[in-house]
């Protein structure tokens, strides 16, 4: 997973991307700390489904170009 996740980043980066974003769900901790090793930053952002017990939060990663 760590692999698909570099070369993931490093495709968006070739293609000029400057930052992505990505939603999981609030409760996944092992996900979200995946993200935050592979150098993803939690923001504020929530998003609440209710009735589907899938409340999630919002990633970011920025590229240096």
Do not use: C, Q
Not at 14 to 21: L, M, P, T
Not at 27 to 46: K, L, P, T
Request: hydrophobic share 40%; proline share 2%; charged share 20%.
């Amino acid at each position: 997973a760590t692999a698909l996740m570099k070369a993931a980043v490093t495709a968006m980066r070739d293609e000029g991307y400057v930052a992505s974003y990505l939603w999981t769900m609030a409760g996944n901790g092992r996900a979200r700390s995946f993200y935050e090793r592979s150098g993803w930053s939690h923001e504020d952002g929530v998003k609440f489904h209710p009735g589907h017990h899938m409340d999630m939060v919002r990633y970011h990663i920025e590229f240096g170009l």
